[in-house]
């Protein structure tokens, strides 16, 4: 048995993969919407915040052979927990991870932290599309400036008012969005700074600031986090030869 830990798009198209060459997958979300999503292209779902201890369990219980790390560039607690229950249970792991896009014109960040900092020192209306989750690292920016990106589910909205974000400065969109609708949305709002990750092509980075960049918005982008994987690929055909 493959244990894909999911959540992403990545994630269910390696199952999708896998399960077409006669593999048995079981994958793993955290979310509602990940597990709806994963249900599309399997049966083997476990929606669950997983602790070492609890992928250890999952492992020992479920005969898992190979562990396939598929989830957000962003999920580093995810990760990390995923190489130790892979060391302690001397199972083979396999990190999926999207190619990395350096984009001349951007800034680049280390914390949200920094760019908080960069923000208050600047003038204009800021389009936020780094998930609900991180809206309160924002906090020393007046309300009136922000503008948060979000997926239209309600645990967003909740965390999104907890913010005091009002109502109109919160556009709930799901996927990737074209270049000519965030253009739209930059118009709309008067945006003058996006913040955004590196979360790569899959996570629609080149179409929003692509979008920005043309209309001399300044584009501010969280680094990925550094983790040191103990095996890394970049594509489907790699984790078949792996396999």
Known sequence: MIWVIGGTSDANR???????????VTIS????????????????????????????????TSNIQCVIDASHPFAAE?????????????????????????????????SYTDISEQLTREQGNILLTTGSKNIHLFSQIERERLV????????????CNYASIVPHNIIAMKGIITEHTSKAIY?????????????????G???????ALSMD???????????????MVNSDADILKLL
């Open 217 to 231: 918005i300044n584009v501010h982008i969280l680094c990925r986090p550094a983790i040191d994987y103990p095996c």
């Open 148 to 159: 948060v990106k979000v997926l239209p589910v309600i645990e967003s909205i909740e965390k």
């Open 29 to 60: 979300a955290t979310t509602n919407y990940g597990t709806l999503l994963a249900k599309n292209v399997t049966t083997h779902v476990i929606q669950n915040k997983l602790s070492v201890q609890a992928m250890i369990n999952l492992i020992n």
């Open 187 to 203: 118009k709309e709002y008067n945006i003058k700074h996006l913040v955004t990750k590196d979360s790569g092509l899959a996570g």
């Open 14 to 24: 390696i199952v999708q993969l896998l399960t077409n060459n006669k593999y048995s």
């Open 205 to 211: 980075l080149s179409e929003k600031v692509s979008a």
């Open 78 to 110: 995810v990760s990390l927990n995923a190489i130790n229950a892979c060391k302690l249970t001397n199972v083979k792991y396999i990190r999926f991870e999207r190619e990395q896009q350096y984009i001349k014109g951007c800034k680049y960040y280390q």
